[in-house]
């Protein structure tokens, strides 16, 4: 197999969370303004959440838009960058970020709906595990 010639997957839909260190304060606010200027210049899809920003797009162009954020950080003054990246890509449909949110939104509705107007609704639970 020729590895030099090996695809990438034509698009993907990548959550980052991009951790400028050593900023003179605790908050980070000026640098992810920045970064979504940058995404919404992009032209590509994403959201901005909590813990970061979810994008999809042609698997390039969202490496790329990930990279030029660490740029435009580093031109801001931040001298240290981590960014955690997840990155998934699928081959047997295309399937947007929001239709997949909308889709659990749907099946939480519609529990909600069979139980009578959520009075009754039996909540889900998950137990944490502490190692021991």
Known sequence: MDY????????????????????????????????????????????????????????????????????????????RIQTDVRIGTRTDKEEHFAEKVSKVESILTEQVHDAGGGDEAEEDTVKLQRPV
């Open 4 to 79: 030099a010639t090996l695809p990438t997957p034509p698009t993907c839909v990548a959550d980052f969370c991009l951790n400028p260190i050593g900023t003179p304060t605790a908050s980070i606010a000026n640098e992810v303004a920045a970064v979504q200027r940058l995404m919404k210049a992009s032209g590509l899809s994403y959201r901005m959440h909590s813990a970061g920003t979810t994008v999809e797009g042609p698997w390039e162009s969202v490496t790329r838009l990930i990279g030029q954020a660490h740029t435009l950080v580093h031109r801001n003054g931040v001298v």
